[in-house]
């Protein structure tokens, strides 16, 4: 794997709308391979089974969704009327029966590809605001649903690993990643050593207190929580909370 970084945003637009399509295809195949019965499995998430996760997926599509009808109406239109909505929303989705929760997912990702599709030209600069209250251009959410459906499909545990990532979301994750760290004030005296990399200390005013060397997508792995898979740590071997 090439060590040299990518930036995502910087990528054309049709490229990186052309990774969260890939990552979409990637989820598919993920949930594809699991049976029924084994959608009442557990995840990585602590208290989601795979209905939840899939439930999940699906409403984010629908949810970018009403972002970009906003970015193309000027009407305002948030992804969530509330967190509560949100949550009840992906509760009341685990409780379908498989086949329509696998329609759920389905149906959502048509509907957002078909949004990306006709989104007018100067809609995607238009600014519209996130479910954590961040004020981005539309354009940002082939990033939004990027990240969603490539972690979520290891988050499925069948068989997804971050080594399948594009390294372009690999980097945009771990980006991610620190500047939430560093934020909200977590990740005290880490230090990220990624191959070939010059390393990132979380907060240089610190002394490092945990190294953790390996791949990119080891090391984006371990700092999503997603565990220590590949990764030499010298240190706590737990990552701190980022989102």
């Known amino acids: 794997m090439s060590t040299e970084q990518t930036n995502f945003a910087a990528l054309p637009l049709a490229e990186r709308l052309l990774i969260a399509h890939r990552?979409?295809?990637?989820?598919?195949?993920?949930l594809a391979e699991l049976t029924d019965d084994e959608l009442d499995g557990?995840?990585?998430?602590?208290g989601w089974t795979r209905r939840h996760l899939v439930a999940h997926v699906g409403y984010n599509a629908a949810a970018l969704c009403r972002l970009l009808d906003w970015a193309a109406?000027?009407?305002?239109?948030?992804?969530?009327?509330s967190p509560e909505q949100r949550s009840r929303e992906i509760e009341e989705g685990a409780t379908l029966p498989p086949a329509a929760i696998r329609n759920v997912f389905t149906h959502t990702a048509a509907r957002l590809g078909e949004r990306w599709r006709n989104l007018p030209a100067s809609a995607w600069d238009a600014f519209v605001r996130t479910a954590q209250g961040r004020t981005v251009p539309a354009s940002e959410t082939a990033w939004m649903r990027a990240r969603e459906v490539w972690i979520h499909a290891v988050d499925l545990g069948n068989g997804g690993r971050f080594?399948?990532?594009p390294g372009s979301v690999l980097d945009g994750v771990?980006?991610?990643?620190?500047?939430?760290?560093?934020?909200?004030?977590?990740g005290a005296g880490v230090c990220l050593g990624i191959d070939g990399r010059p390393p990132i200390e979380i907060h240089e005013s610190e002394s490092i207190a945990t190294r953790v060397l390996g791949s990119s997508a080891a090391v984006?792995?371990?700092?999503?929580?997603?565990?220590?898979v590949d990764v030499e740590i010298e240190g706590d071997p737990a990552a701190p909370t980022w989102l």
């Open 220 to 228: 984006a792995r371990w700092a999503t929580g997603r565990g220590a």
């Open 73 to 81: 109406s000027g009407v305002e239109t948030p992804m969530y009327e």
């Open 163 to 165: 080594g399948d990532f």
């Open 174 to 186: 771990l980006a991610d990643v620190v500047v939430l760290w560093r934020a909200r004030d977590r």
């Open 23 to 30: 990552g979409t295809a990637y989820f598919a195949r993920r």
């Open 42 to 46: 557990g995840t990585l998430l602590p």
